[in-house]
């Protein structure tokens, strides 16, 4: 009786992760539609300055609005997780710094900046906002007026701001630095990929468990499923996009001028699958790391059958940054 259980238990949340996961597919790809019309639409503008400032806005607009809300959200979540594990980071104070380190990319690279007078490269704003962070976490741990684990409190508030705020700013960032948001998307696709071959894979044939301590549920077969499929998908990608990188963010020495050419064999395409399937599952991993030291199966309930937004957002956030390197030259 209750194997019977169980099976229906697990069907029940395999059809919510079908579901649920389709409809945030469909939502996905029509943010990035908006986000490609809103950067195409018709200029409207007095002077040629103005008709580059007016370009520069809307690039990115839609993908950097979505984002300082799910870094907002998701920074209240990770803050109930911490508190959960007995610590007392300053939420609000990370909930700010985050949104801000989210503005950046979309600030800096719209022009909008350089119209203010702020003339100040993306990084060396990224490096001030940082700064501030650390010394105002500590203005904030410091009002409370207690010592009992102030230096905990801080680096928990200080790793809210690196893991949300720093990390997460490289989708913004990543998505000013293309003509248009489909690579983003399609970089997101091989990533989310991985997590789907990885969780079917070990559910049928998992036996040999990758950490136990710390993730009982994920096993070998499941991680060499998950790079099997992030390296089939990326490379599927780049077959019928006739290259995979346009001429904008295509890696030097990777097919021709116009991005059409024969496609370096697939190797390219393959070991970059390959790359985000292994970062992202140890971003899944690290995530883990937070949820056990809180005692928590997951880092929320947003979703049913995926838990919460850190649940969703674990792997990308380790894989964005290191995709950005790869693909912005």
């Not at 905990?152 to 700013?169: A, R």
């Not at 005692?295 to 964005?320: N, R, T």
Request: charged share 15%; aromatic share 8%.
């Amino acid at each position: 009786m209750p194997p019977i259980a169980t099976a229906a238990t697990l069907g029940e949340m395999l059809s919510q992760r079908l579901a649920f996961g389709a409809l945030m597919i469909a939502a996905l790809i029509g943010l990035f539609w908006l986000d490609q019309r809103l950067d195409s639409a018709p200029q409207i503008a007095s002077s040629q300055a103005d008709a580059v400032i007016h370009a520069g806005v809307r690039r990115g607009l839609i993908i950097t609005t979505i984002w300082m809300l799910l870094a907002a959200f998701a920074t209240r979540e990770l803050g109930a997780l911490l508190r959960t594990g007995g610590h007392r980071p300053a939420v609000t104070c990370a909930m700010g710094f985050n949104i801000l380190l989210a503005l950046i990319p979309w600030t800096i690279g719209s022009g909008l900046a350089a119209r203010w007078g702020w003339t100040v490269s993306e990084t060396s704003t990224t490096a001030a906002v940082l700064t501030a962070a650390v010394m105002l976490t500590f203005v904030c741990v410091a009002r409370r007026r207690r010592v009992e684990g102030a230096s905990t409190d801080v680096s928990q508030t200080l790793l809210m701001v690196l893991y949300l705020g720093l990390l997460g700013s490289f989708i913004p960032r990543l998505r000013m630095g293309l003509d248009s948001p489909w690579t983003l998307m399609w970089v997101l696709l091989v990533i989310k990929c991985c997590d789907i071959g990885a969780y079917f894979t070990g559910l049928a044939m998992g036996r040999h468990k990758l950490i136990p301590w710390l993730s009982p549920g994920k096993t070998w077969e499941g991680l060499i499923g998950g790079v099997a499929t992030a390296m089939l998908v990326s490379a599927a990608v780049s077959i019928v996009s006739h290259g995979g990188w346009d001429a904008a963010t295509r890696p030097a020495g990777i097919g021709d001028a116009d991005g059409r050419g024969d496609w370096p064999a697939l190797s390219a395409a393959l070991a970059f699958g390959a790359i985000m399937a292994l970062v992202g599952q140890a971003g899944d991993l690290f995530e883990s790391l937070l949820k056990r030291d809180a005692g928590a199966k997951d880092s929320g309930a947003v979703v049913p059958a995926f838990g919460g937004l850190l649940d969703i957002l674990d792997s990308p956030l380790f894989c964005i940054p290191v995709a950005y390197a790869i693909l912005i030259k």
